[in-house]
């Protein structure tokens, strides 16, 4: 079992949709990213989170401590938001352990 | 501002021969520098990591070995490539103390 799990692993959407990504992960962490990957391979960050929720134009990300779950929500989807979405998250214990998920690849049709 | 350059973009290399991938940061001093990996259908990987010059910490045991000779160069090599080697490479730098990581074009290599 894979340390940090995301679903859905492929997303359809037409433009507009709100969408949701899901990512669980089964280790103490330190923080939670989510990355945003294009189709030329080419990775950007998006959120870092300890706690909360953070929100950057249409994106918003939340976690919950507790129950070891974030979740990205991109409002009012645009062709453009395609792309592979990634969740890691870096290991709470001492070191610098990252635990990737597989990604969540997006496609909205316009 | 800051940058971060990888290079080659593509690299094709027969199985057995060596490695030489390059990545530098501009604008920057004393980053914390990573080289990641991902597989052609699976998920990121980091290999190594650094937080000064010649100090390399190594993630997974593999037939890779990584150096940074300079501040703001890390270099990822291998003496025999192995066709396992494939994938997309990338570097990537955080200013230390900080989580948010940069990260560059990243390097496609095919071992054949």
């Known amino acids: 079992k894979n340390e940090v799990e995301q679903s859905p692993q492929n997303l359809t959407a037409q433009e507009g949709e709100f969408i949701t990504i899901n990512c669980s992960y089964s280790v103490g962490i330190s923080a939670l990213h989510w990355l945003q990957q294009h189709p030329g391979g080419g990775i950007v960050s998006l959120f870092m989170l300890s706690s909360g929720k953070k929100k950057h134009g249409r994106l918003i990300a939340t976690i919950n401590i507790q129950e070891k779950h974030s979740s990205l929500h991109i409002t009012a989807s645009h062709p453009r938001d395609s792309a592979v979405y990634i969740c890691?998250?870096?290991?709470?214990?001492?070191?610098?352990?990252?635990?990737f998920g597989t990604g969540t690849s997006l496609t909205v049709i316009p | 501002s800051q940058t971060i350059h990888q290079w080659p973009a593509t690299l094709v290399q027969p199985v057995g021969s060596p490695l030489s991938l390059e990545c530098t940061v501009e604008g920057t001093s004393n980053p914390n520098l990573y080289w990641y990996r991902q597989a052609a259908g699976r998920g990121l990987q980091l290999l190594f990591y650094s937080v000064g010059i010649g100090q390399i910490s190594s993630e997974v045991p593999q037939n890779l070995s990584a150096s940074r000779p300079q501040d703001r160069q890390f270099i990822l090599s291998s003496k025999k490539l192995l066709l396992s080697d494939s994938g997309f490479y990338l570097c990537?730098?955080?200013?230390?103390?900080?989580?948010?990581?940069?990260f560059g074009p990243g390097t496609r290599l095919l071992v054949l």
């Open positions: 890691a998250v870096r290991s709470g214990n001492t070191g610098n352990q990252f635990y």
């Open positions: 990537a730098w955080n200013r230390v103390f900080t989580e948010t990581q940069y």
